[in-house]
C-alpha cells in the first residue's frame, strides 16, 4: 500500500526512520519543483538512491580520484558501445582498471550522498509505492542501514546551514588570497589541499566540485575551512548561472540535459539535447552527448551525424574520444576506410595512442586485412609495457587474427592469457571456442559457449555456435532449442537462424512449420535464393 504525503508536513530523515523501523521493501519517490530523487529500501535497508540534478558521476568521480585513468574510462565507453547491455562500472572491473571493492566504494559513496541531499530538502512531496525495485542490471546495489544516514545527514544539515552563510551560492568564484606557509597553525586537509589546486580565480563553485572529485559536501565544507582561515576570498559571481554565455533558454536545458545524463535516464537526457540543438544546431555539448548515447542505442548512423557536426565546426578543437566514437560509429556501419581515416585523424592527435593503436586493428580485421590488424595489435600489447592490464577487446580480436593467419596455437595461448585476466568475458569465451572448434577440440568449445550463455547478458552468438555442435551430433532438440534463444536474444541473427530452424523441421517432416521460418528469413532477407529454393521445394509436393 502506497504512503504519500508533503515535507511541509513531515521530515525526510522521519520518513525513512519509518520505513526502517516497518522494515520496508519498495521506492520512495520525492519531487520539489523540476526536481526528483528516488530511494530504494529493501527490508528497511536503502540499497540505490538517485536524484535528477547532482553533479557527480561514476566515471568522472573514478578519473578525478585517480582510481581509473582518463584512457581507461574512454575505453570503456567505447566498450559500451560495443556490448550496450553492460554497465560502465563492470566494463572497468573487466578491463582490469577497476575493483570490485573500489567500484562498490564509490557507488555507496554516491548512494549516500544522494539521501544527504534528499534530506536537505524542506518542501515538496513524498510518494512511497511498496516492493518497487530497481532494474536489476541498472547499478550495483548496496545495504546501507538507514540510523547511519540519519545520524551523518543530521550533522551535515546543521552544517550547510552554517556553511551557506559565507557561501550563499554556487555560481560564487574563489580565488586564491594566499597560500599556506610552513609557520601557519592551519594544517590543510586532503580535500581543502585539493580545492587549493582547482580554485583559478575563474570558476563557479559547481565547477570546483566537478573538477575537485570531492562530494559536495565535502567540497564546501573544505572551502569553508579556506574561506575562515584567509586562504582563498570571493572575487564575484557568474550571471546567469552555470549556462553564462549561452543563449536564452539553451543553458537551462543543457542543465537538465545534463542532469538526466548523468542519473542515466538517457532517453530524457536525449529529448532535451535535441531540443538544445534545435536552437544551437552546433552546440558542442549535446553534439558529443547524443553520439555517445546514439553509440549506446545501437544506433551508429545518428552518432556519425552529431560527431560529423563537431569535426566540422570550429566552436570546439575535436578531442581525441572525438574521432575515436566516430571511427567506431563509421565501423559499426561497415565503412571501414572511412574509420581509418578518423583514425589516423586521432594518431596525428596523439602518437603512440595505445587506444588508437586497438581500434585500428579491430577495424583492419573486420575489412580482411588481418596482417595490419596482427601489426596494430602487436603494437597496442607493445606500448602498454608489462605493468598494464591490455584490454579485454585486444584479447577477442588477436585470437581471431593468429587463427586466420595460421597461427593456431598462438591464438590459443592469447585467448587463454585473456580468460586469466577476464574469466567473464563473452567476446573472448566466444572466440577462443571458435579457434578449438575448428582445431578439433569440439568438447573444449562447448564447455567455452556454455560459460559464454551463462553469463549476463547471454550470449546469442555461443547459442548459435552450440546449436550447430548440437545439429552435428544429431541432437535436432538441443539444436532447435539453442537456435531459437539465439534469434530471440539477437534478431540480426534472425536469417541465418530461420534457415537453419526450417531446416530442421523440414529434417523432421513438419514441412509447415518449415515453410513459417523459411518465410520468415525470405521476409528478412527478400533476395535469398537459397530460401526461395527452398520454399518453392515445399510448394511443389504441397501445393500453395
Not at 555442435?469 to 540480426?492: I, M
Amino acid at each position: 500500500m502506497g504512503i504519500e504525503g508533503e515535507l511541509s508536513s513531515v521530515t525526510l530523515a522521519d520518513i525513512c526512520q519509518l520505513l526502517s523501523m516497518g522494515r520496508k521493501t519498495g521506492c520512495l519517490t520525492v519531487t520539489h519543483r523540476t526536481n526528483f530523487g528516488y530511494v530504494y529500501f529493501e527490508a528497511g535497508r536503502v540499497i540505490y538512491a538517485t536524484v535528477l540534478n547532482r553533479p557527480d558521476r561514476l566515471g568522472e568521480l573514478l578519473v578525478l580520484n585517480e582510481v581509473v585513468s582518463r584512457e581507461d574510462l574512454d575505453a570503456a565507453v567505447r566498450s559500451q558501445a560495443r556490448h550496450s547491455g553492460k554497465r560502465l562500472g563492470r566494463i572497468l572491473i573487466e578491463q582490469g582498471s577497476l575493483s570490485e571493492a573500489d567500484l562498490r566504494r564509490f557507488i555507496t559513496m554516491q548512494i549516500e550522498e544522494a539521501v544527504y541531499h534528499l534530506f536537505a530538502w524542506e518542501e515538496g512531496s513524498f510518494h512511497f509505492e511498496t516492493d518497487q525495485k530497481p532494474d536489476a542490471d541498472s547499478t550495483l546495489l548496496v545495504s546501507i542501514p538507514v540510523e547511519t544516514l540519519l545520524l551523518e545527514g543530521a550533522r551535515r544539515v546543521d552544517e550547510l546551514s552554517m556553511i551557506e552563510k559565507r557561501i550563499p551560492s554556487r555560481e560564487v568564484i574563489f580565488e586564491v588570497e594566499r597560500l599556506p606557509k610552513d609557520g601557519d597553525e592551519a594544517e590543510l586537509t586532503e580535500e581543502q589541499q585539493k580545492l587549493l589546486r582547482v580554485l583559478n580565480g575563474n570558476r563557479t563553485v559547481t565547477e570546483v566540485i566537478e573538477e575537485s572529485g570531492l562530494v559536495e559536501f565535502d567540497a564546501l565544507k573544505g572551502l569553508f575551512g579556506l574561506l575562515q582561515a584567509g586562504y582563498v576570498q570571493a572575487s564575484g559571481e557568474r550571471e546567469g548561472g552555470a549556462a553564462a554565455g549561452t543563449e536564452d533558454g539553451l543553458g537551462p536545458r543543457l542543465n537538465l540535459a545534463n542532469a538526466f545524463y548523468r542519473a542515466g535516464m538517457l532517453e530524457d537526457a536525449e529529448r532535451e539535447y535535441r531540443a538544445a540543438l534545435a536552437a544551437d544546431p552546433e552546440e558542442p555539448v549535446a553534439c558529443a552527448r547524443l553520439g555517445v548515447i546514439a553509440l549506446r542505442s545501437g544506433r551508429p548512423q545518428d552518432a556519425l551525424e552529431h560527431y560529423e557536426v563537431l569535426v566540422a565546426g570550429d566552436r570546439e578543437k575535436p578531442r581525441l574520444g572525438t574521432h575515436l566514437n566516430r571511427a567506431l560509429a563509421l565501423e559499426l556501419l561497415g565503412r571501414y576506410s572511412e574509420a581509418l581515416e578518423a583514425l589516423e585523424r586521432a594518431a596525428r592527435l596523439r602518437p603512440g595512442d595505445g587506444a588508437v593503436h586497438l581500434a585500428r586493428g579491430v577495424v583492419r580485421f573486420k575489412d580482411r586485412d588481418v596482417r595490419g590488424a596482427k601489426r596494430d595489435f602487436e603494437e597496442y600489447r607493445k606500448g602498454l609495457g608489462e605493468a598494464t592490464q591490455p584490454s579485454p577487446v585486444y584479447f577477442a580480436y588477436a585470437v581471431l587474427a593468429s587463427a586466420a593467419l595460421g597461427e593456431v596455437e598462438e591464438a590459443v595461448r592469447i585467448g587463454r592469457d585473456g580468460l586469466n585476466l577476464y574469466s567473464g568475458s563473452t567476446p573472448i569465451l566466444v572466440n577462443l571456442g571458435v579457434v578449438l572448434e575448428r582445431k578439433g577440440d569440439a568438447n573444449a568449445a562447448e564447455a567455452l559457449y556454455l560459460r559464454a550463455v551463462s553469463q549476463n547478458p547471454p550470449s546469442p552468438q555461443a547459442h548459435r555456435n552450440l546449436g550447430d555442435l548440437a545439429h552435428a551430433r544429431g541432437d535436432q532438440a538441443g539444436a532447435r532449442a539453442h537456435y531459437e534463444r539465439a534469434v530471440k536474444l539477437a534478431p540480426a541473427l534472425g536469417v541465418d537462424l530461420y534457415l537453419k530452424l526450417g531446416n530442421l523441421a523440414y529434417e523432421e517432416g513438419d514441412r509447415t512449420w518449415a515453410r513459417q521460418h523459411w518465410e520468415k528469413a525470405l521476409e528478412l532477407n527478400p533476395e535469398n535464393e537459397t530460401i526461395r529454393t527452398n520454399l518453392d521445394l515445399i510448394s511443389s509436393h504441397t501445393g500453395p
